[in-house]
């Protein structure tokens, strides 16, 4: 019985082996959240979808729910080719035991150390890099987390909010010309999003905005 308690102490390596890996198991769907939302895509995609749903002022369509899942499958379509790089080049070799667990993580963080470098802006990089001191990485491999992380962050941001002001602009138009008309015609006490809302959602529909705004993210990585 002791020997299934203790998790270092049995005579099987696969038991230390399968403790391990359990071990890294957990790590990870902890981290998960702040991996995804930091790391990936998903920060770009989901603020571009929010700015869209505000735009049309629809209240909550659609759901919050509908637009995290679309943001999570787009972030899973965008970073399959990372994915698969990190798990053809760490966690295969460590799972065969072909490289310890430092190794895996050496070779796991490459991939989204390049991903996050072609979208990462070289202000936002440096501000993290002077602050930290020190000499300036000479490659993307040496560059650290630390800094790059939040430099990634920010910099997402700033894209996001830049799509998403392009997309405000002609929701923000049809506003502006049904409040010039309702108060050109006396009725300033009607709310103008009552009369605006069926113009703008009708204008996405008929210029297919769902694929639009999807292509336009899938295009900006």
Known sequence: MNEYISLFSGQSPG???TGIQLLILLTVLSLAPSILILLTSFTRIVIVLSFVRTGLA?????????IIGLAL?????????????VYEDA????????????????RAVVPFKEFMSEHTRQKDLALFLDYRGGERPETVEDIPLSALVPAFAISELKTAFQIGFMIFLPFLVID????????SMGMMMLPP?????????????????WYLVVKSLLESF
């Not at 629809?58 to 509908?66: A, E, G, R």
């Not at 502006?176 to 108060?183: A, C, D, F, K, P």
Request: aromatic share 12%.
């Open 15 to 17: 038991t230390v082996s």
């Open 176 to 183: 502006m010309i049904v409040s010039s008309v309702l108060m």
């Open 73 to 85: 499958f787009l972030t899973f379509f965008i970073m399959a080719p990372t994915f698969h790089e």
């Open 193 to 209: 999003v009552m009369i605006s809302l069926p113009f703008k959602v009708l204008l996405f529909v008929m210029v297919d905005g």
């Open 91 to 106: 966690l295969r070799p460590l799972f065969d035991e072909e490289i310890t667990l430092e190794e895996a993580y050496d």
């Open 58 to 66: 629809t209240q909550q369509m659609p759901p919050n729910q509908v």
